[in-house]
């Protein structure tokens, strides 16, 4: 159940939290003043929504707070401060604090930003997401293909999400050795149909 107003949940989260109390209550009053907004507790964070899709979430590190955009990648960012977590996320974006002083310099921009987000959702665009055949499979690894047939068919069979896993697992170590290593221990998984993880 999701209300657009103060949720019980979040204040739970709230009075939880052990870092970052003070911002996370300004972004919260800033996210609320966004009346089209609804909330819940995902992934253990406050995720705000616009018609059940998600839009924002609020969370911490050791380092900084943020607020992440699930379709950041589709913002204009007018101030250059949308942060792509790592290379590999595609559609989401993070603005980052350290502090409270920082959320309320930046009250209109933040909330310019979350009514962007919101009109991107309602305008129904979506990020284009890289296909796994995009992605460059390591040199080693096609090596192994070549080797064995049964290992390119066992990991053509994988969900695609699977595959990227093991791709930029694999494609991550600098050195050729390092590949085929990690390659070669994780044969096994691939061949019984399980993820990295698995």
């Known amino acids: 159940m999701t209300e657009n107003r103060r949720n019980r949940k979040v204040d739970g989260f709230l009075k939880k ?9 300004a972004l919260r009053n800033i996210i609320l003043d966004c009346d089209e907004l609804t909330v819940d507790i ?9 018609d059940n899709k998600n839009i924002v979430l609020m969370h911490g590190f050791k380092e900084y707070c943020a607020l992440l955009f699930h379709k950041g990648a589709l913002l204009k960012d007018p101030h250059g401060i949308l942060i792509q977590q790592t290379e590999n996320v595609q559609a989401a974006r993070q603005i980052r604090f350290t502090n409270v002083q920082e959320i309320v310099e930046k009250e209109p921009i933040i909330k310019a930003y979350i009514l962007e987000a919101i009109a991107v959702e309602k ?8 296909k796994t055949e995009d992605y460059e499979v390591p040199e080693e690894l096609q090596t192994k293909f070549n080797e064995m047939p049964t290992l390119k068919t ?10 990227r896993a093991y791709i930029f697992y694999f494609s991550g170590a600098k050195q050729s050795k390092t590949r085929v290593s990690r390659i070669e221990k994780y ?3 691939i061949l019984e149909g399980k993820g990295l993880n698995d």
């Open 187 to 189: 044969i096994p998984h």
């Open 154 to 163: 066992a990991f053509e069979a994988l969900t695609p999400g699977r595959q």
């Open 17 to 25: 939290a052990k870092q970052w109390k003070e911002e996370f209550e």
């Open 42 to 50: 995902k992934w253990m964070h406050p995720c705000y929504m616009y």
């Open 123 to 130: 305008a129904g665009l979506k990020v284009e997401l890289k």
